[in-house]
């Protein structure tokens, strides 16, 4: 008789601006930034989705290896909190980094919104 694996579904990530992180985030998060400093273990990424690029916020993240400076990424973590003193800062704990260096940025937001406009369309 052969033993059956169960296997907890994790929740799916969600695309989010690195400006609109706060501390009642939760879950797996999805981030598109550049990296504008990085040391093996660690980079400074900057939000690549906020279309307001003077605005655009940045956060660090924990990774596995290091990532290339000036490169575009595709960043899935969990967050967490470091504490400076008495400030909190948030943490990405990336489990992933994927290469989007060819990302056509424009196609991809026109993709996500048409999606957003089939699923309201399902659910309504």
Known sequence: MTEEKKFTRK?????????DISPSTDGPI????????????????????DEDRKKAGSIWITIEGTLEVKKKY???GELTEKTDGEIKIP????????D????????????LALEDKVVKTMSG
Do not use: C, M
Not at 11 to 19: A, Q, T
Not at 91 to 98: F, G, K, Y
Not at 100 to 111: A, M, P, R, V
């Open 91 to 98: 943490w990405l704990n990336a489990t992933l980094a994927h």
């Open 30 to 49: 999805r981030i598109l930034g550049t990296v504008i400093d990085s040391s093996p273990g660690a980079a400074l990424v900057q939000d690549l989705f």
């Open 11 to 19: 929740k799916p990530s969600r695309l989010i601006k690195i400006r």
């Open 100 to 111: 989007i260096d060819t990302l056509d940025l424009n196609l991809y937001k026109e993709i």
């Open 74 to 76: 595709l960043i899935i």
